[in-house]
Nanobody
Framework: QVQLVESGGGLVQPGGSLRLSCTAS????????MGWYRQAPGKERELVAL???????NYADSVKGRFTISRDNAKNTVYLQMNGLKPEDTAVYYC?????WGQGTQVTVSS
């Protein structure tokens, strides 16, 4: 079973940027969809961005134009570039593929 490990979270000021990485313990080529999700305190987990094996992307309306998802199959890694961060982006961000989830990485946007 492939394990997913997220990294890159942290504390950033409003308007700042972060790049999250999700590295798999094995090949991600077989995953048709890979996605980033987030869960804020007291809220349900929500989809942030998806990318298919062919490179097609889809974003939640709240992050369109600010976030970019990409994947590097050679490195078994999916990225989430987050620009123009807002306090409402504060959440634990999870990588998901198939039935697998990472442990999450905290993103806090605050001045």
């Amino acid at each position: 079973q492939v394990q997913l490990v997220e990294s890159g979270g942290g504390l950033v000021q409003p308007g700042g940027s972060l790049r999250l990485s999700c590295t798999a313990s094995g090949s991600i080529v077989s995953f048709i969809y890979m996605g980033w999700y987030r869960q804020a305190p007291g809220k349900e987990r929500e989809l942030v961005a998806l990318i298919t094996s062919g490179g097609t992307t889809n974003y939640a309306d709240s992050v369109k134009g600010r976030f970019t998802i990409s994947r590097d199959n050679a490195k078994n890694t999916v990225y989430l570039q987050m620009n123009g961060l807002k306090p409402e982006d504060t959440a634990v961000y999870y990588c998901g593929a198939g039935a697998q989830w990472g442990q999450g990485t905290q993103v806090t946007v605050s001045s």
